[in-house]
Nanobody, 116 residues
């Protein structure tokens, strides 16, 4: 079955960095777009970044452009989110998402808290 397992969240100071990882299994990772979403308390879940199967094209929310970088390693079935220049408003649970066919799958999420 499809599994997505995120890791790498934690507490960071404003201006700091974190690197999230999402390890995928149960589907052909290398042929699907992978996405990172986030959900802050009391807010709707929002798309943060997407990456095409080859990694050649990426897309970012305006709020993270220039600060976050999505990448993938198809040999390791892993998608990453490098987050730099973190701001308190980046505090959220971060999820990876894939739609390998009819259904959409989400990981369990990893908490990112940005605070001094």
């Amino acid at each position: 079955q499809v599994q997505l397992v995120e890791s790498g969240g934690g507490l960071a100071q404003p201006g700091g960095s974190l690197r999230l990882s999402c390890v995928a299994s149960g589907f052909s990772f290398s042929i699907y777009v992978m996405n990172w979403y986030r959900q802050a308390p009391g807010k709707a879940r929002e798309l943060v970044a997407s990456i095409t199967p080859s990694g050649g094209n990426t897309n970012y929310a305006d709020s993270v452009k220039g600060r976050f970088t999505i990448s993938r390693d198809n040999g390791r079935n892993t998608v990453y989110l490098q987050m730099n220049s973190l701001k308190p408003e980046d505090t959220a649970v971060y999820y990876c998402k894939v739609t390998p066919g009819t259904y959409t799958y989400w990981g369990q999420g990893t908490q990112v808290t940005v605070s001094s």
